[in-house]
């Protein structure tokens, strides 16, 4: 008897569904660990759009440096122009002060590159 979508071929029901369970729990602990990794940035920077210290990192994915509205950047942060992807924010997170000189974010960065993946993967979440 075949159970289960022609694209996982015979595999029981049964199995197919631990298969599913096991995949969501897999991705909902890697959320909360990257939800973990950004309660640092917290302090200062909202993931609603609201302003406080930081700017909102709502949305950052795409967006370019020193233009979310409302927020007084440091004109060294304003005329970087770096758009923000996975690769700017890494270089970002990993030296904030070497990457744009003169910004004045009081954070001297996260060394650990799977701490930096994580809050990277929870900004992407971020739209």
Not at 65 to 80: C, E, L, N, Q
Not at 81 to 100: C, F, G
Request: aromatic residues 8%; charged residues 15%.
């Amino acid at each position: 008897m075949r159970t289960g979508s022609a694209a996982f071929g015979a595999l029981p029901a049964t199995a197919l569904a631990s298969a599913w369970i096991m995949v969501a729990a897999a991705v909902a602990q890697d959320a909360g660990s990257e939800r973990a990794a950004f309660s640092a940035c917290a302090a200062c920077h909202s993931v609603d759009g609201s302003n406080g210290t930081g700017p909102s990192l709502k949305g950052i994915m795409g967006r370019t440096s020193g233009t979310v509205p409302g927020f007084r950047y440091s004109r060294a942060m304003k005329s970087a122009a770096i758009t923000w992807d996975e690769a700017s924010l890494d270089r970002y997170l990993a030296n904030p002060q070497e990457v744009v000189p003169g910004n004045i974010m009081p954070f001297s960065g996260v060394a650990e590159a799977p701490a930096r993946a994580e809050i990277i993967g929870y900004l992407k979440t971020l739209r």
